[in-house]
């Protein structure tokens, strides 16, 4: 803290500091087009992104240790778009989440899908923004996996056999497994 003149003066807080694109917080995902950060606070993480070379940063999140799940649980960059996975689990268990992409171009969400009841347990993305995640319920609760692409968000399989770790993508098919079956489906 610095005194002049008999006035304090006090440093602005971090939400109200201009944040730099290429410097700014810790970098958690970068590639040539744009750039994933998070700001760590004492009980609340902010997470950015930002479109390299043009330097505006865009909040696209937030997680709290206020919760067994409160913001941000996973995080994938490909090309210019930003995929992210929410759960928000209250403390008798019960959660709900959602998956949304942000375009680092438009600097706005360009996608976005809603787990009621459950959460997002794996997210792919292609560098066009389709995205396609497994949910998980509760133990008697069958998983799912869905699909955001320019068919909207459409539910491709569910079951309790599926392993909704198991998604993964090349290209634009994905593949998630359910019993001991290989499944596919593509985003287009």
Not at 17 to 40: D, E, M
């Amino acid at each position: 803290m610095i005194v002049a003149l008999g006035v304090a003066l006090v440093p602005a807080p971090a939400s109200a500091r201009k944040l730099r694109c290429a410097h700014s917080g810790h970098t958690l995902l970068a590639n040539k087009v744009a750039r994933v950060f998070v700001i760590r606070g004492q009980h609340v993480d902010r997470y950015y992104a930002c479109r390299l070379g043009h330097g505006k940063v865009k909040r696209i999140g937030r997680s709290t240790d206020r919760a067994p799940k409160d913001g941000m649980t996973a995080v994938r960059l490909n090309g210019r778009f930003v995929g992210v996975t929410n759960a928000y689990c209250k403390e008798n268990g019960r959660c709900s989440g959602n998956v949304k992409v942000f375009s680092t171009t438009r600097r706005k969400f360009v996608r976005k899908g809603v787990v009621p009841d459950g959460e997002p347990a794996a997210i792919v993305m292609t560098d066009t923004g389709w995205v396609a995640w497994t949910t998980i319920h509760g133990r008697d609760e069958p998983h799912a996996v869905f699909k955001s692409d320019d068919e909207g968000n459409v539910e491709l399989d569910s079951g309790n056999t599926i392993d909704a770790h198991s998604l993964t993508r090349a290209g634009a098919t994905i593949f998630w497994t359910k019993g001991n079956i290989e499944k596919s489906a593509t985003l287009n």
